[in-house]
């Protein structure tokens, strides 16, 4: 099966950018949507945004719109969620996972979780 791993959390300054990418290991992203959620203490994990594998179309929550950007590097079977223009709500730990079936803004429609990077974002 497939693992994920995620890095390029850190601290930034409100209005500052990260990158974050999410990295597949033991079997490739190939054929598979990638999303990526966010998820802060006593709140269930939330929809931020998803690459499908068709046509690498993305889809965003309205939150994040303008402001983040999923792209992927199928050759490097890494997918990356470059973040612009971030606010301290954007605080959380970001994880990123494979779509398997379902409402692609639903946790419960995805699989292989990664560990989670954390992002803190100071006012």
């Known amino acids: 099966q497939v693992q994920l791993t995620e890095s390029g959390g850190g601290l930034v300054q409100a209005g500052g950018s990260l990158r974050l990418s999410c990295a597949a290991s033991?079997?490739?992203?190939?054929?598979?949507?990638v999303g990526w959620f966010h998820q802060t203490p006593g709140k269930e994990r939330e929809f931020v945004g998803r690459?499908?594998?068709?046509?690498?179309?993305?889809d965003y929550a309205d939150f994040v719109k303008g402001r983040f950007t999923i792209s992927r590097d199928n050759a490097k079977d890494t997918v990356y969620l470059q973040m612009n223009s971030l606010k301290p709500d954007d605080t959380a730990v970001y994880y990123c996972?494979?779509?398997?079936?379902?409402?692609?803004?639903?946790?419960?429609?995805?699989?292989?979780w990664g560990q989670g990077t954390q992002v803190t974002v100071s006012p």
């Open positions: 996972a494979v779509y398997r079936y379902g409402r692609h803004y639903s946790s419960s429609s995805y699989a292989y």
């Open positions: 033991g079997r490739t992203f190939s054929g598979y949507g």
């Open positions: 690459t499908s594998w068709s046509d690498s179309s993305t």
